[in-house]
């Protein structure tokens, strides 16, 4: 095979854009010949002007190191000819190989002409299950030396690096992966494709040795080894004392650290399961939750040879137990746990439906790319959880077409499944970890499988409710609808009807003469259903029960249902649903005589039918199912009619789920309910009475020790204006002066909470106007693009920046250590009382001759409240400022409430100014 040349680049540049004048700072290249560093070249370039504060915060390059170095055209022909010959390799290819050459042609040189790779797309088909796909996060996962981020020299020689691992992870694969992993990497965006074929010509030479997969229809798939059974080999019994359990910890973990209400916690979790009682935790940051329930539950398992399930309500904290916290806990006892991971069926893949729609011919770019990063995954994946998969937008769109669903493909050619797999190591496992939805999901379940559970353990147990509105929630949207009609389309179009149509006359299938009638009754459902948004939409406007909420209207349905029939659709979508079935039977009694490619449009057609399906389930669900347990509403954007519609049905009660669900436990078995935020001052019930959980049950409280919160203070800002007494512009004003200053005070790493996306919007933008913050990097919720996640590996990334976030800001987001120095609280969280759901709630209660705002309102806003704090004080060396700008939690009654709610810390009430040089005077202390 011919020697290869990689030319590998990297630049640090002023900005995105040459044409807008941004200038090359750096670059870096290494050259590599036959998987070995030859040569490297590295230079700051002067850009002629200045380098912006936040480039200069990014990449530590300074004006003061480029102030001696020359301008990029006394290197050009040097950089030129150093190029030649080579392949082109960066990451992120596209922006340094067109900001280089740009930079040749403004020195006067013809376009570098030849072959590219991009190792971000590389390294997404290589690596499948990486969280990120940033530089330096691949350089930690794969031990790849990165000193400094953000320089051209460090970037330049890691992503060499990173390119020789693709290429040694490939040399990995089975032939078949390589083979398909060639076939279909035409249609990428770089020159991958030589890079696989040189791969597959090794792997053809070598004796395989893929014995650590099996093969169904050439999709190489790791073969697991099946669980044993066995008891856990433990020679420890429960540590009665604290003496016992300091030895057994501090043996086992390093800087180890005794936590006495740790302890307590423990010892009243293993007395209540053992008393098969019932029992609610309350157990703030700083205690070890997490281990202070896998002590006795690993235990009590072992003990009485039963099963414990855990169930919490986020992905994240599933992945934090199974490859953080378990393997921790194993240590301790010296001994591997038998534990089972189980989610929802969706979460896992359909072998047969990926192997059908890797067949078809016109997938778009992301579909491809996912295609292939899930051949790479089927050879490293034991679960088939496609959570494991790191996904572009469009390829989560693929992901959905490849999902395990209820009426999946009865494997008629493979009895290998993953979730049935998952169900099946239940009876192996001690311990069963799953996720709310999972378990409330049993409810509908003909076989429950958490059946012959001895105990629960309910983490993040304020999320219950939540996860139980959830599995009745019912949600209907415009555009969900049209685009679902687009998909199948009419005989006219190039869509799904007419591949269908074309596949039947192909094979003269006698379900031919079906299709027109199917076509008529299709044509009468859209035809129904914009007649019925219309009418929604018209009686909407002219209702006088709406109510503005941001920029949207809301209105509850059965103020304007009244004139709208919806019977027929329903109707009409069931008879769509018989027919296409019956023709997809018919086809699929001859699936052996057709081509591959038939075989996908017919598992596109069976797709949609589900979703149909679906779909008719939810139209009946909102127009027909109406119940006083449920609150529902049109939500529109009275400027965009109809395409805005969304509707919404959502129980205002889950006591009866809960009940439905734990009835029979309780009088066998045990269930620990435990969270961070459990209770509210003066109301210390709030949450266990929307459970239903009984009067009569425990709750207990465990905070943390007063030093552990020791780095933070609480400033109360005594000057800002009345929320109540001024117009929205002119308290957005003084929030913007008072977030402006704070950030300048604690030199950023600031989150500002809001209630509101409306306010947020105002606030950022006079920022941003005002300039005050032009050298920060401001990331802003619902304005900066990008999932929460994304917005907040941005704010980490950067030393001087803010991020500003509302409602899914206010939990569940660790940043510990110096990453964040300062939360302000711009209005205390109530949540705004014209929101559907909670009107519905508030009107349950008054009906009642209760105090909606006492029972309801004040409790919802003091856990947010606490739950804001929780971002501030992760472990017991974070320092940081927790300020509210809102005055009522001083001049209210009710503030006070709040204020008890805060763990035992240093609170000062202060005018902004003065409040500001404290600030200054703490964090340069």
């Not at 072959?115 to 996060?137: H, N, Q, R």
């Not at 996720?435 to 059946?451: E, G, Q, V, W």
């Not at 503005?548 to 659709?569: C, G, M, P, R």
Request: net charge negative.
């Amino acid at each position: 095979m011919e020697s290869q040349k990689f030319a590998i680049v990297d630049l640090e540049t002023t900005g995105h854009s040459p044409v807008n004048g941004d200038r090359m700072i750096q670059i870096a290249i290494v050259i590599m010949i036959d998987w070995k560093v030859e040569k490297t070249f590295t230079t700051f370039i002067h850009p002629g002007k200045s380098i912006p504060l936040f480039i200069q915060d990014l990449t530590n390059i300074t004006d003061n190191d480029i102030k001696d170095a020359e301008p990029f055209e006394s290197h050009a022909d040097m950089i030129y000819d150093l190029m030649q010959d080579a392949i082109f390799v960066a990451h992120n290819a596209d922006f340094d190989l067109s900001f280089l050459q740009s930079e040749f042609v403004r020195a006067g040189l013809p376009k570098w002409r030849g072959k590219k790779i991009d190792t971000v797309e590389l390294a997404k088909i290589v690596f499948p299950m990486s969280l990120s796909y940033k530089l330096g996060d691949l350089a930690l996962d794969l031990n790849i030396p990165l000193d400094n981020a953000h320089r051209a020299d460090d970037d330049a020689f890691a992503c060499a690096m990173l390119l020789k691992k693709c290429w040694e992870e490939l040399l990995t694969l089975p032939q078949s992966t390589l083979e398909q992993l060639h076939k279909y990497s035409f249609r990428l965006k770089s020159d991958l494709s030589q890079l696989f074929f040189n791969a597959l010509q090794l792997k053809r030479k070598t004796i395989d040795q893929d014995d650590h997969v099996f093969y169904f229809e050439q999709l190489a798939i790791k073969r697991k080894i099946k669980p044993k059974r066995t008891q856990m080999e433990l020679n420890v019994n429960y540590p009665l004392t604290n003496l016992n359990k300091v030895n057994l910890f501090k043996n086992a973990l390093e800087n180890f650290e005794e936590r006495p209400k740790q302890f307590k916690m423990m010892d009243l979790i293993w007395e209540n399961l053992n008393d098969q009682a019932e029992v609610v935790i309350e157990a703030s940051t700083g205690i070890g939750k997490t281990l202070g329930y896998l002590l006795p539950a690993v235990l009590y398992a072992k003990e009485t040879k039963g099963k414990v399930c855990i169930s919490t309500y986020t992905s994240h904290l599933l992945d934090q137990l199974l490859s953080s916290e378990i393997p921790k806990m194993e240590k301790i006892l010296g001994a591997s746990i038998n534990v089972v991971l189980l989610k929802g069926m969706h979460n896992y893949i359909d072998i047969e439906r990926f192997a059908q729609m890797i067949q078809m011919k016109d997938l778009s770019y992301d579909e491809t790319l996912t295609m292939l990063q899930v051949l790479i995954w089927l050879t490293k994946t034991e679960s088939g959880d496609m959570g494991e998969l790191t996904v572009s937008g469009g390829g989560q769109l693929f992901l959905e077409k490849i999902r395990k669903s209820p009426d999946s493909t009865k494997n008629k050619k493979t009895n290998f499944d993953y979730y049935n797999q998952a169900i099946e190591d239940i009876e192996m496992a001690d311990l069963i970890i799953t996720n709310h939805a999972m378990l409330i999901a049993d409810l509908n379940r003909k076989t429950p499988i958490f059946k012959d559970i001895n105990a629960f353990i309910i983490d993040e147990a304020h999320q219950f409710i939540q996860a139980a509105e959830n599995r009745d929630e019912s949600i209907l949207t415009y555009t969900n609808w049209k685009y679902s009609f687009g998909q199948i389309g009419l005989s006219t179009d190039e869509q799904l009807f007419s591949s269908m149509k074309k596949l039947v006359q192909n094979n003269k299938h006698n379900s031919l003469k079906l299709f027109n009638q199917l076509e008529k009754i299709f044509i009468n459902i859209v035809e129904l259903f914009d007649l019925s948004m219309n009418s929604l939409a018209k009686n909407f406007k002219t209702s006088s029960f709406k109510s503005k909420h941001e920029t949207k209207y809301t209105a509850f349905l059965q103020d304007i249902l009244n004139q709208v029939s919806v019977n027929e659709v329903s109707k009409r979508i069931q008879e769509w649903i018989d027919i296409a079935e019956n023709i997809a039977i018919s086809i699929d009694n001859d699936v052996e005589q057709i081509s591959h490619e038939h075989v996908s449009t017919l598992e596109q057609w069976k797709y949609w039918i589900r979703e149909f399906k679906i779909k008719a389930h939810e139209w009946d669900e909102i127009f027909q199912n109406q119940s006083t347990d449920f609150s529902s509403w049109v939500e529109m954007d009275l400027r965009n009619i109809p395409g805005s519609i969304k509707i919404y049905k959502k129980p205002i009660d889950v006591k009866n789920t809960v009940y439905q669900l734990f009835h029979e436990v309780r009088k066998k078995g045990s269930i620990i309910w435990t969270s961070g935020t459990m209770t509210v001052p003066n109301n210390k019930r709030y949450i266990t009475e929307q459970l239903g959980i009984s009067p009569t049950t425990p709750i207990h409280s465990f905070i943390a020790e007063q030093g552990y919160y020791s780095g933070a203070r609480a400033y109360i800002v005594s000057d800002m204006p009345d929320i109540q007494g001024v117009s929205q512009n002119e308290y957005v004003e003084s929030v913007a002066l008072a977030v402006t200053r704070t950030v300048r005070a604690t030199d950023g790493r600031c989150f500002v909470l809001f209630t509101s996306q409306e306010m947020l919007k105002k606030t950022v933008e006079l920022i941003q106007e005002s300039e005050l913050l032009h050298d920060y990097m401001l990331f802003a919720q619902g304005i900066t693009p990008g999932s929460r996640m994304r917005l907040l590996k941005g704010f980490q990334k950067f030393n001087h920046s803010v991020l500003f976030g509302t409602n899914s800001f206010w939990e569940g987001v660790d940043v510990p250590g110096e990453s964040l120095s300062s939360v302000i609280i711009v209005r205390l969280p109530f949540t705004a009382p014209e929101e559907p759901t909670f009107k519905a709630k508030s009107n349950m209660l008054q009906q009642q001759g209760r105090n909606a705002f006492k029972e309801l309102s004040l409790p919802d806003a003091i856990i947010r409240f606490k739950q804001g704090f929780g971002r501030l004080i992760r472990t017991s060396k974070d320092k940081g400022a927790f300020i509210v700008l809102d005055r009522r939690i001083e001049t209210k009654s009710y503030g006070k409430e709040f204020i008890e709610s805060l763990p035992p810390i240093t609170i000062q009430k202060l005018p902004l100014q003065d409040m500001v040089l404290e600030l200054e005077h703490w964090y340069n202390s």
